[in-house]
C-alpha cells in the first residue's frame, strides 16, 4: 500500500518536473536559451525535507528546523584565499582545514559546496550583508533533520549521511543527488523511501558575482511521509536513565501485539552529530571501543545463561522426558565422562524438583535434564522459539543469533557431538549464541502461553496502520507453560529466589542469567513478564559483563515496572 502510495507521488513529480521542463525548453526556450549561453542561468536544488518521526502518543522523536551555512559556487569563486581568510575570521576555523573541506566536498564547480553549518540567524544575517560582493559566497537557508531529545533512542533512530557514490549510482533515478543526506542505519534507513519527501529546486538569474537577482521559477520541495512508532517516550527516557551507567540494552514489548515500547541501547549517541558535519567528533564516534554505534538489541550476539534453561524445561516437559515432580540431588558438581561441572552454588542445592531449580536457577538439575532431553531435541524446540534467526523487527541490520547442533558441528568443527557440549549448551553456554531481542520474545511468548510474534517498532505511517499483528501458534502445552510460568514467578518472589531484588506489586515473574564471557566478568541478564497474573509486557535487562544477572539487571528492572505500573495506573 505504502510503496504504492510512494510510486504515485514519484510519478506526479516526475510529470511536473516534465511539464515545466517543456515549458522552459519549448515555449520559453529561445528566451532562456540565450540568457544561458550568457550565463545567467543557474538552477538552485531544494532539498524536500523528511518525515517525522513520533513515538506512539504523536510526540516528536525527529523533526526538521531551518538551518543557515555557508556555501560557496566554485565556477564563481574570484579568490578563494580571500574566502577562506573571511571564514576563518569569522568562525576560527583553521585555514588548512577549510582547504581539505573543500578538496573533500567538491562535487562539480556549478554545485554549491558547504563550508559552515548550522549557522545561526543573528550570524547569518550579519554575514549576508556584509559579505555580499564576494563573489562566489552564499549564505543560503535550508531545511535540516533535528532530532530535539539528543541521545534518546537514537539507535532506534539511526542516524543520516550524505550519500555515498554507490549509493548515488542506485538511487539517482529517485531524485538523490551529489549532496542529498540519506538514512544510514535504524528507522532512519528502514522507512527512508517514505521519510525522504522531494526536491524541489529554483531556476534563478544571477549577476556576474553570481548573486541572485531573479528567481524565475520555483518548485517547492515536499515533506516526507510521518512515521508513528510503537515506542513510549516516557518509558524509553526512563530505561536509557537506568541503564546509562552500564553497557547492555533494555527492551519491553506488548505480550499481545509485539510491539516494542521500550529499546535502549547503551551506550548510546546523539543523532545531531551526523547532521552538524563535524568530521572530529563522527570521527571519535566511529572508532571509540565502546562501539556506541552498535545497537545491542538485536546486534549484540551473546551466550544466554541461565535464561535457557527455561527452554530446557519446555523441550524436556513436551518430550515428556522428566515430571515436573522428579528431582535430581544438586552436591554443587556433577561429574561426567571424567570432567567435574559446577553449580553457582558450590555447596550445592540439595534435592530440587523442576520448580525450586528454576527458581533457584540450579545448573546441576538441568545438566541431568539437558542430557535426558537431548541436543537434537532442546535445538528443535529453541528453533521453535526463533533462536537461531532473525526475529524479522522492522529494524536494519539483525543479526541470527546462533543455535548449534550435532550437524553444524561434524560439517565445521569436524567434529562429533559430545555429551558435554549438550551439557553446557543446557545453561545457556556453548557453542549458543542469541541477541537480546530473540530472547525478549522468547518471554513474550511464555507469557501469553505459545504465540511466538513478530515484533515491530512502527506502528503507522502518515496515520495509516502499517503492519499487521504477526504470529505464530507454537501447540505447546498450555498446563506446561503455565507450570514454567509459576517457577518463573517463584524466582522473583519466594525469599530463595535468584531474582528477589526485582520483586515488585504487583508481582512479576522473571529469569536471572549469568553467562560466562570469553574475558572479564559475566554478562548479566533477568528477563520475564509482568503483572504475572494478567501479562502486558515482556521486559528484558542485559548488561555486558555486568557480573550475576540476579544483582544490578534485577534492580534496573525493578525500579522500570515501578515506573511502567504508576503510568499505567496498575
Known sequence: MFSKIYKTSLAISLVLIILRVFYFQVIKG???????????LRVLPLGGYR??????????????????????????????NEIFEIINREFDIDIEDLKNIYKL?????????TLVSDVDFEKALFLKEKYRNISGLLVSENIKRYYPNSTVA????????????????????????????????????????????????????VDNQGRIVEVLSREEPKRGLDIYLTIDLDLQQRAEELLSPYTGCFLAMDVDSGEVITAVSSPNFDPNLFISSDNYKISQLLSSKERPLL???????????????????????EDDVINPEDRFFCPGHFNYGGRSYKCWKSSGHDWQDLRQAIAHSCNIYFYNTGLKTGINS????????????????????????????????????????YPGD????????????????????FIAALANEGTLLKPKVCN??????????????????????????????????????????????PAIAGKTGTAQATSGKPHAWFAGFAPYDSPRIAFLAFIEHGGGGGYATARIAKEFLKYYYKKSGL
Not at 529561445?30 to 545567467?40: A, K, T, V
Not at 518525515?51 to 578563494?80: H, T, W
Open 378 to 417: 532442546i535445538a528443535y524446540h529453541a528453533g521453535l522459539f526463533g533462536f537461531g534467526q532473525k526475529t524479522g523487527v522492522d529494524l536494519p541490520y539483525e543479526k541470527d543469533g546462533f543455535l548449534p547442533s550435532p550437524d553444524w558441528k561434524a560439517k565445521k568443527v569436524k567434529e562429533r557431538w
Open 295 to 317: 545497537n545491542r538489541a538485536i546486534q549484540g550476539e551473546y551466550p544466554l545463561g541461565s535464561v535457557f534453561k527455561l527452554l530446557i524445561a519446555v523441550a524436556a516437559l
Open 460 to 505: 503507522s505511517i502518515s496515520g495509516e496502520l502499517a503492519y499487521k499483528r504477526e504470529a505464530e501458534n507454537l501447540l505447546f502445552s498450555v498446563k506446561n507453560i503455565k507450570f514454567i510460568k509459576r517457577a518463573m514467578r517463584d524466582t522473583v518472589n519466594s525469599p530463595t529466589g535468584t531474582g528477589q531484588i526485582a520483586k515488585v506489586a
Open 105 to 113: 566536498k567538491f562535487k562539480a564547480p556549478f554545485a554549491p559546496l
Open 51 to 80: 518525515g517525522n518521526i513520533l513515538d506512539r502518543y504523536g510526540r516528536e522523536l525527529a523533526g526538521n528546523r531551518l538551518s543557515f551555512s555557508i556555501q560557496v559556487l566554485p565556477d564563481r569563486i574570484k579568490n578563494r
Open 30 to 40: 529561445d528566451y532562456y536559451r540565450e540568457m544561458s549561453l550568457n550565463n545567467y
Open 154 to 205: 537514537s539507535h532506534l533512530l539511526g542516524y543520516l549521511g550524505e550519500i555515498s557514490e554507490d549509493e548515488l549510482k542506485e538511487l539517482k533515478s529517485y531524485g538523490y543527488r551529489f549532496s542529498s543526506y540519506i538514512g544510514k542505519s535504524g528507522v532512519e534507513k528502514e522507512f527512508e523511501p517514505y521519510l525522504k519527501g522531494s526536491d524541489g529546486g529554483m531556476l534563478v538569474k
Open 422 to 441: 549438550t551439557i553446557n549448551v543446557s545453561i545457556g553456554q556453548g557453542y549458543l549464541l542469541v541477541s537480546p531481542m530473540q530472547v525478549l520474545r
